[in-house]
């Protein structure tokens, strides 16, 4: 082999390393939209779940009962979207065969049914007026169970190959939780009237706060590899989710008991929680084509290793 032959051999062999013929090193998710959308009503029901068994406790039985109605249509609305994602019933219903601690898909199937069962109970006891010893012993374990709901999602997304999400396991769960958290003080300011829905502005407000945070952190601490948070249709979601979750929250906090307000603020954060699971969902594909993203990080863990 010539000079020459070898150094071009060594050069190409570089760019292959390097670039890996531009093409992704993984597959992409094969999730639809729909998997974006539960992650908003899950995380929905969950925190509902509990602000109502809270509300209830305290004796505020009129957000107890717009919580507790809330937690039970979204989280029926949970299993119907997995379905649609899944393709037919019986995938979701195999789940439910085993259980498997080191799957955060089967004990979220688990997690949901459950949660599902003692939110369904509640809201049937609520609408219907009757049976109220059940009603609220189906609410305190809907609401035990609602943090779980809110957060496994975040632990289901970082538990992939995927980059963005699987190097963001220690936010993701955070950001989630305080998504959740604005999303269930936002439809309980959008159903209940002011003078009753004192603690769910104030847990608009603290998850607001909770969501931007962990997502700042995020990102700042992926660095490059959260690129996909600045641009694209990840991007344009992050910055809308920004937005609408600041005007919201903003709006939320100066409404005292405006009515109109209330339901304004309720309805802008609503919609930024939303966006923010997009803007997760669509991230993940973002990074999983960046053939970039799977080699770095792997290569720094070497460095990395090699320098301890």
């Not at 991007?235 to 005007?247: D, E, I, M, W």
């Amino acid at each position: 082999m010539s000079t020459e032959t070898a150094r071009r051999h060594a050069a190409g062999s570089a760019a292959t390393r390097d670039s890996y013929y531009g093409r992704p090193v993984i597959k992409p998710p094969v999730w639809k939209p729909d998997i974006a959308i539960y992650l908003f009503s899950g995380g929905l029901a969950g925190a509902s779940a509990t602000l109502a068994a809270a509300a209830r406790r305290a004796g505020n039985d009129r957000l107890a009962r717009s919580a507790n109605l809330t937690a039970g249509v979204a989280v029926s609305v949970s299993p119907l979207l997995l379905i649609h994602d899944l393709g037919r019933p019986a995938r979701f219903l195999n789940m439910l065969r085993v259980v498997k601690p080191t799957s955060p898909m089967n004990l979220g199937s688990w997690l949901l049914t459950a949660e599902g069962t003692a939110s369904g109970i509640a809201s049937a006891c609520e609408l219907l007026g009757v049976l109220p010893r059940l009603r609220n012993g189906a609410e305190r374990i809907a609401g035990g169970l609602g943090p779980l709901l809110a957060t496994y999602t975040g632990v289901l997304v970082a538990d992939t190959a995927v980059p963005v999400w699987h190097e963001a396991r220690h936010e993701l769960p955070v950001l989630f939780a305080g998504g959740a958290a604005a999303s269930a003080g936002a439809a309980g300011m959008l159903l209940t009237r002011p003078r009753d829905a004192g603690p769910a502005r104030r847990l608009l407000l603290a998850g607001a706060a909770v969501e931007e945070v962990a997502s700042a952190v995020m990102e700042r601490r992926l660095g490059e590899l959260g690129d996909p948070y600045r641009n694209g249709p990840a991007g344009r979601f992050a910055r809308t989710a920004r937005t609408l979750t600041l005007a919201g929250a903003t709006l939320g906090a100066v409404a005292g008991r405006r009515r109109t307000a209330a339901g304004i603020g309720g309805a802008l954060t609503l919609a930024g929680a939303l966006c923010r699971r997009f803007a997760v969902y669509e991230a993940g594909f973002q990074s999983a084509r960046d053939p970039r993203a799977t080699v770095e990080p792997q290569r720094r863990r070497l460095r990395e290793r090699g320098g301890a």
